[in-house]
């Protein structure tokens, strides 16, 4: 045993050459901690080492047991409120040293303790082991508590709450202490002591406690806000920011408030939203209905219908999102607001039809502002489908579209109204006669009838004539297929086909210069030309299996319709050429969906 103490101790007995060496009360003064405790170490190891000797009389080592012992004790206990003292100002000391010396002076009884270790109870002091770590943690924590508790609200801060006080007040102090910790505290402890994890922690614990106590109270909507706020996204930038990010691992902090505290707190959050989208969308179309209602005219701005409606929908259902995926952390159930637009389009579509069988005088205005307000809605949805549930995005675009095909047709139904007596001209003996006159005077008509849609957005007004000029060639086509006029030979046919040309490419330079888009229209009108040319059946079918492929939707009936013009085929002819189409048509249907692929041009050439 006498062995054992003498190998632990025995770095206590070298000799300090130099005379003036400081007294422990001098070193204590001086905040010199880990040479005090050295000193108390030594008169420690004595001590016990005069015991365990029985050195002298045993009446003089009572004596000097009892002396030692009490100096020690007393000492001691002024060496370790000096130590804690140091530790509890730690975060507000202006030299590192004194910390450092603090730290080291606790790593310094901790291996003491452990030279203890071995031996039982009465083989070592009964002051062994002192566990000065553990009361090094225990503060640590303390002082978080109380540092935690003691915020102050600064006077340049404009909160109306007192909850909101407190929260943004400890906010603060956490992210000043961590700051501090890890620019200069975490310097004066020893690396594996991971001294800003163990500090993060206790701030995270000590907030955490003071956030749940707060939400076992009903919060008004602007606390409940702040509080989701602060747990998704302030907190989490605290713990991310460039300095704190590199010491602390917050991936090892619990959650900040446990889903069943924080599931209460969005379902408030999203209800409020939900709230305010929907009364903010309801003001946009009363305000509409409204200016409608009173024959206002919408605004122009750089000759260009202004379309404030549309801008006001998508900042309003943006706006919130974007405030929702920040205030949740989370995309997916910020995508419950979005839902709103659904119930908005339903009431938008009852609102466009109403005005769509108005016979006010602001109405055509009104619809064509609607119809870029649509469009606009339209390109949102489908360039931010990631901010909609599927079914949502879903049953919107599908309104839209409805809204849009209505609006197209009502305008192009109206092209046609007034093109309808020139229309009459097509395919009969005068235009014949002068294809290119006909031609010219329905172009003139039709560009009186479009001259208003100039006030239309490019974008708008490139799909509304892109409908128009697929509708003006649909109608050209059915009424060359009433068969007015029979090409009962070669040089007609011919002469025919090559009047279509002409027209068909009148027609697509109108168009395309109005702002259509639909190039693939130009070749309708000649690819039919083509079959009046023909004359061989056996080509004349070569070449409609051609077009079926196509034009998928080009059925029997338009076949028939447009071959009866060519007077010069036998009926046997015709029927031997439409069985094989029909042969054709049901291969292709057995490879690909034939609408799905093709161009849709002739379901709607309407033939009776």
Known sequence: MRKKLKKIFKWHHKKNKNPAVPTFEENLQACRFVDAGKQLITREHRLFELKKDGIGSKMKLVEEEEDSGARLAKDYEDWLESVMQTLENSLDLQSPEVLKEAVQAILQEEEQDMRWEGFQDKERPPWRPRRCKQSHDALLERLVQRRMEETQLDSRTEIRSSLQQSIICKVKRLKEDLLKIATWVSGCYPEQMNVCQFYATLYHKTFSASLREVTEYTLCDEDCILLLQLVNQDYPNILNGRIIKEVIDHSKLDPL??????????????????????????????????????????????????????????????????????????????????????HFLTDYKAFHAKAMKSKQTNTEAVLMVNLSCLIQCRDYITNKAHLFPEDVKTDCLSLLATMIKGSHQHFTSNMLKNLKDLYRKVGSSEWLNDSEGVCEELLAELDRHIQKFN????????????????????????????????????????????????????????????????????????????LLKLQDPDTIK???????????????????????????????????????????????????????????????????
């Open 455 to 530: 006030n239309l957005d490019k974008i708008c007004c490139q799909e509304l004539l892109g409908g128009m000029h697929k509708a003006f060639l649909a109608e050209f086509v059915r009424k060359m297929m009433k068969q007015k006029i029979k090409l009962s030979d070669k040089t007609q046919q011919q002469m025919a086909a090559s009047s279509l040309c002409i027209n068909s490419e009148r027609i697509h330079t109108y168009f395309t210069a109005a702002g259509s888009n639909m190039d693939w229209l130009k070749d309708i009108l000649p690819n039919l030309a083509g």
């Open 257 to 342: 408030l446990p889903e069943d505290k924080i599931a209460p707190l969005e379902q408030q959050f999203l209800t409020i939203e939900e709230r305010e989208v929907r009364k903010c969308l309801h003001k946009i179309l009363d305000r509409e209905e409204s200016a409608w209602k009173e024959g206002e005219l919408p605004q122009l701005r750089d000759q260009v219908f202004c379309c404030d409606q549309a801008i006001d929908v998508i900042q309003c259902l943006h706006k919130h999102v974007e405030c929702a995926q920040k205030v949740l952390g989370d995309e997916t159930k910020a995508q419950r607001i979005t839902c709103q637009m659904r």
């Open 542 to 608: 070569l070449e409609l299996a051609s077009l079926v492929t196509l034009y998928p939707d080009l059925s029997e009936c338009h076949i028939s319709a447009w071959l009866r013009l060519k007077g010069n085929l036998s009926p046997s002819d015709l029927k031997e050429i439409r069985e094989s189409i029909t042969f054709s048509k049901d291969q292709l249907r057995e490879t690909q969906d034939s609408l799905q692929f093709g161009k849709s041009f002739f379901s709607i050439v309407m033939i009776k």
